[in-house]
Every structure is written in C-alpha cells, then in structure tokens.
C-alpha cells in the first residue's frame, strides 16, 4: 500500500488481526513474526506486550538470516563449482547484520539453481517503488550521494530502524533508513544513529543502475549505456552520437546550466560500471583537477580522464578549438600522473546540443 491512498485502511485492518490473533486468541502461546522493517511505529502491535524486536543490526540472530562465507565455500563446492566462489562473492555477498558479514541467502541459493548463472535474483522478487522514491527526490545533496555510492564508496546517515513507510513521503533521510533495512544498502554503524551506507555488491549496483536508467525516458537510457561501452572502446563517433541523445533530451534542460552539471551528469551514467571504476569530479591529478578521472578497478579495461568544455559560440571552429584544449589541458597537467597500463584521454566540447571529442592514448 506504500505511495497508494489505500494506506491507512491497510495499517488498520493488520493492527486489528494482530490485536485479535496474537492478543486473544486463547490457542496460541507462542509466535514469531518476520518481515524487512520494524512497524512497531505504526501502532499495529498497540495492545499487546511481551514483544521482542531484532532488526538488521541485532546481534543476537545476526547470522540466522543469510549465508555467512564459509556456507557460500561448502554449498559451491557441494555443487561442484568451487571455483565460482568469488563471482558469488562479487555478486551477493556485502551485507553487515549485527557482527556477521552475511550473503543474500535467495540470490545465491537462485544463482546455484540457475546453474551459477548471476543475475538481479531478489531485485526481481518484488517491486523497486522505494528506490524510485530515492530517485525522484534527487537534489543537489542526494544527487552527490547518487554518484558517491555508485563509485563505490560510503556515505554517512543517520539510520532510524523504527521508520514507517509513511514517513517515507518526502522525506529523503527517511528513506535512506528503509534502504538499510530493507538491503538496498548495507548499513555499518558508526556511533549512535550514524551508519555508513554503501551499495553492498554487484546485484545492486546493477538494481541502482537501471532504475537509474529506467526513471528517465528509454531512448536517454539507450544513450547512457552506448555512452559508456564507446568511451571504453574508444569509439569517438559514437560518443558524440550518444552525447548528443543524451543532452538533446529535455530531461536535463533543467540540470544543465553550466560546465559543472555537465561533469555530474556523466560522472552519475559511470553507474552503469557498476564498481569496474572508481570515478572522481574535479579530482585532484597531477598538477590540478581533471573533470572526470575513472580509475580502473579491473586491469581489463581503461583508465579514463576526460576534460570537458562548454562553448557559448555557434561557431562550429570553436568546438574544435575547445575540444583540442580539453585535450591539451589533461596532458600539460598530467591528471593521468599514478596510473598504470592502458589510458584513455578524452577533449570533450559541448556546444548547446552538439559535441566534439578528441582522443589519445596512452600506456603508463
């Protein structure tokens, strides 16, 4: 009934089958509840006592609730794949319940069923509405968290186990406590109600990545994705080709007012490389601040700098010009200096709508 008018009749009518069914029902003694977040706010429990409440960041069953790592090593070897061991890792394992590091039980017991096929198992149990809640509350702030995560990294909030659905509506923090509890993020407390978040593994990168995708219109979504396989292919046409989808959609026309929403445009697609990078803005390299530099985090792909321009002349001579000391820029000031192996340098103009790439590469 979440986000649906239908709300508060459905919290009514389970606080009065929890009150009749666990209060005065004289056949039972005894019962166990289960379920992804603590309703106690709600009021459904009001009347009853004696109750006992464990969440996420209990320790008392923090181990009952999935597989911890040394199952994962048994159950892939009991089916005769030990060495798929570290793609379970890399795909469901991430999540932190009271002092056990834990693995999606269903998506792994799924991934083994299937073969050890990896997929979005338990995103594809149910609907994703509190993600596209998280995505259609985008701000300034929310949107630096967006491309923090999707880089990898971990970002502080307060956490509130207890939260309602209902004080979901509008309220950005609330909603990042449903995320911890309900394992769109994993939650490690830090102190009081401070937790750090982070996106716990490749599943959800990808589960973030196309609701990502999915919340703009499909052909944007199209763009992003080519956007990203060409720069790493080095395919400077079809960048320029997916640049100009992307920012000729009115999506952005009220993002895009200068050079620096550009960067946290491309640096938020790098989401859909879900963990392969570590994407930075305005990072600190060599000599200065690149725009954008994507360090690899899988030596078999490219490390990224681009320099990106933004032009205010129709002149057609001036994206070239611009492009060439985007280019130009990145080399003379070295953003590429602590890198190894293959890189890609990347000029990039955009001028209204259009774009020109210049390219170069380099083996460091």
């Given amino acids: 009934a979440f986000n649906k008018d239908t709300y508060d009749y459905v919290v009514g009518f389970i606080r009065e089958f929890y009150s009749l069914v666990l209060k005065s029902n004289p056949h039972m003694s005894f019962a166990v509840v289960t379920g992804v977040m603590q309703i106690a706010k709600e009021s459904i429990f009001s009347g009853l006592n004696n109750l006992r409440v464990d969440n996420v960041f209990s320790k008392k069953f923090d181990e009952r609730y999935g597989f911890t790592e040394p199952e994962v090593k048994d159950l892939c070897t009991y089916y005769g794949h030990p060495e798929k061991f570290e793609e379970a890792k890399e795909w469901y394992d991430g999540y932190r319940f009271g002092d056990a590091d834990i693995y999606n039980p269903w998506s792994l017991l799924t991934y083994i069923y299937n073969d050890f096929e990896p997929g979005t198992y338990w995103a594809d149990t149910s609907g994703n509405d509190i993600l596209e809640t998280f995505l259609d509350g985008l701000d300034d702030r929310t949107y630096g968290d967006l491309v923090a995560l999707g880089n990898g990294k971990t970002v502080s909030k307060q956490i509130y186990p207890s939260v309602s659905m209902r004080d979901v509506d509008g309220d950005l923090d609330a909603v990042y406590s449903v995320m911890a509890v309900t394992g769109y993020l994993n939650a490690v407390p830090k102190g009081d109600n401070d937790y750090r978040l982070s996106i716990p593994n490749r599943e959800l990168y990808k589960v973030f990545y196309e609701n990502v995708t999915r919340s703009l219109k499909m052909d944007v979504g199209v763009a992003m994705r080519r956007f990203l396989g060409s720069m790493e292919r080095k395919d400077v046409p079809k960048m320029e080709e997916s640049l100009f989808m992307l920012f000729s959609k009115n999506f952005f026309d009220i993002l895009l007012k200068d050079e620096a929403d550009y960067r946290l445009v491309l640096a938020t697609i ?24 994507m360090r690899r985090n899988d030596p078999r792909y490219p490390n990224i700098v681009v320099e990106l321009k933004k032009s205010r002349s129709d ?28 890189t890609y340098l990347y000029g990039v103009c955009l001028q209204n709508k259009k774009a020109k790439v210049l390219f170069e590469e380099m083996d460091l």
């Fill in 270 to 293: 790098a989401l859909g490389r879900g963990g392969r990078y570590d994407v930075g803005i305005e990072r600190e390299g060599g000599n200065g601040r690149a725009d954008i530099i």
């Fill in 315 to 342: 002149d057609p001579e001036d994206l070239e010009k611009m492009a060439e000391e985007g280019l130009r820029q990145i080399k003379t000031k070295e953003y590429y200096l602590g890198m190894k192996g293959k």
